[in-house]
């Protein structure tokens, strides 16, 4: 479990094909590592890996096949930068918002344009995403938390302020970047939740109206607070 707030930004040292997956030795930078053990976790770009080594200045991780079909490890690069976050303690500040390093799918950014001293990026997200973006709400980008300003179908718009320029990846975003994204957990289970007794059997095909009032939430509505 993570928070979003970026601790450290890190570099790709090597790369090792490993039987159709990958191995990854990860240079940690300015990241202490002596509170971190073989077994833990650490956020990279977004998603969580399991430390396999500590050779000293970095940790290896084995990158399964999954986790390269559906996240931008793939296309990682010796020298590549990466957005790195220890795993919380009980004793960590939730700064950001609660973060699981699963990632929900591959996003583009669209555009940046300067606001005052922010940059404003915009970021498109895969169309089965889109349910699950709302503005003001909160989505993790590469591992950052930020915070949703606006949302045009599967776009959405997001104010990154100095501080989080010079402290991640985002500096070296452009036009066309592929940026791991994971929507809030909330969300997600909301959705399956509202599915009710449909969510078993594999038939749900999403939201509509026709599963709100199965389940009963229409008629809540519709009566309104405190009417039974």
Wanted: glycine share 14%.
């Amino acid at each position: 479990m993570f928070t979003g707030i970026i601790q450290a930004v890190g570099t790709v040292a090597a790369m090792q094909e490993r039987g159709g997956d990958l191995r990854l030795r990860i240079h940690t930078g300015k990241l202490p590592l002596d509170d971190v053990a073989l077994g833990d976790s650490v956020c990279t770009n977004g998603v969580c890996l399991t430390v396999t080594e500590l050779p000293g200045d970095g940790y290896w991780a084995d990158v399964s096949v999954e986790t390269l079909n559906f996240t931008t490890l793939g296309g990682l690069k010796t020298g590549s930068a990466v957005n790195l976050e220890k795993s919380l303690t009980p004793q960590s500040r939730l700064g950001g918002h609660i973060v699981s390093g699963h990632v929900d799918g591959v996003g583009e950014v669209v555009s940046l344009t300067e606001d005052a001293r922010s940059i404003r990026v915009v970021v498109r997200a895969p169309d089965a995403l889109a349910r699950y973006i709302a503005h003001k709400g909160s989505i993790c980008v590469d591992g950052t938390s930020l915070t949703v300003n606006a949302v045009h179908g599967a776009e959405f718009d997001l104010n990154i302020i100095p501080q989080t320029m010079t402290e991640t990846i985002f500096g070296q975003y452009r036009a066309g970047s592929r940026v791991n994204l994971e929507v809030d957990v909330i969300a997600r289970y909301l959705e399956r939740l509202i599915q009710g007794d449909a969510a078993a059997s594999g038939a749900t095909g999403g939201l509509s109206m026709d599963t709100l009032a199965e389940n009963g939430f229409l008629g809540a509505l519709s009566r309104g607070p405190g009417k039974p």
